[in-house]
T-cell receptor, first 115, second 111 residues
Framework: DTGVSQNPRHKITKRGQNVTFRCDPISEHNRLYWYRQTLGQGPEFLTYFQNEAQLEKSRLLSDRFSAERPKGSFSTLEIQRTEQGDSAMYLC?????????????FGDGTRLSIL | KNQVEQSPQSLIILEGKNCTLQCNYTVSPFSNLRWYKQDTGRGPVSLTIMTFSENTKSNGRYTATLDADTKQSSLHITASQLSDSASYICVVSRGSYIPTFGRGTSLIVHP
């Protein structure tokens, strides 16, 4: 079990630029989640995949955000035309299929800073 | 509205002391309640998971309780250690897989 891996760990970019983050879940986990966390707050749900299918999307996920999981393995989260308010920690988590009471395993996140 | 409220917002204790963190929720229908520990700059790590029928669950020095009738949970930490300094987050899930996170309690353990 190598854990959930996220890259990059930190991203600094100018407002208006596009950014893409990658998440590699635990290999046997079918479910993959993206969250956003700002300082002093708990994570907020963004979207959820079961294999390659995107099953849920939060209203927080504006048109500038898009997530993919093309082969049901790794996932990418892209933010287009970044804004100051996008500065946050973006967390990815995975869990096995079946029992919804299984814990989600989180990566250490990508911290995005918009200049 | 589905909400998870945690208290206190922050807590400072001396090493070796016990403490209890609180979580009240209005999430319905209820599927499970989880407590996570999040170190600064790291992702959350699961401590306990409880379903409707469970009222207590332990993981080493961490003991979580659940009262599904009053929609309250607590996390008790025994004999605190410096490494317990972290944010503790209560998470409640409904029938779907989308969880509702609390804002967390920031715990600082001083030597």
């Amino acid at each position: 079990d190598t854990g959930v891996s996220q890259n990059p760990r930190h991203k600094i970019t100018k407002r208006g630029q596009n950014v893409t983050f990658r998440c590699d879940p635990i290999s046997e986990h079918n479910r993959l989640y993206w969250y956003r966390q700002t300082l002093g707050q708990g994570p907020e749900f963004l979207t959820y995949f079961q294999n390659e299918a995107q099953l849920e999307k939060s209203r927080l996920l504006s048109d500038r955000f898009s997530a993919e999981r093309p082969k049901g393995s790794f996932s990418t989260l892209e933010i287009q035309r970044t804004e100051q308010g996008d500065s946050a920690m973006y967390l990815c988590a995975s869990s096995p299929e079946g029992d919804s009471n299984q814990p989600q395993h989180f990566g250490d996140g990508t911290r995005l800073s918009i200049l | 509205k589905n909400q998870v409220e945690q208290s206190p917002q922050s807590l400072i204790i001396l090493e070796g002391k016990n403490c209890t963190l609180q979580c009240n929720y209005t999430v319905s229908p209820f599927s499970n309640l989880r407590w996570y520990k999040q170190d600064t700059g790291r992702g959350p790590v699961s401590l306990t998971i409880m379903t409707f029928s469970e009222n207590t669950k332990s993981n080493g020095r961490y003991t979580a309780t659940l009262d599904a009738d009053t929609k309250q949970s607590s996390l008790h930490i025994t004999a605190s250690q410096l490494s317990d300094s972290a944010s503790y987050i209560c998470v409640v899930s409904r029938g779907s897989y989308i969880p509702t996170f609390g804002r967390g309690t920031s715990l600082i353990v001083h030597p």
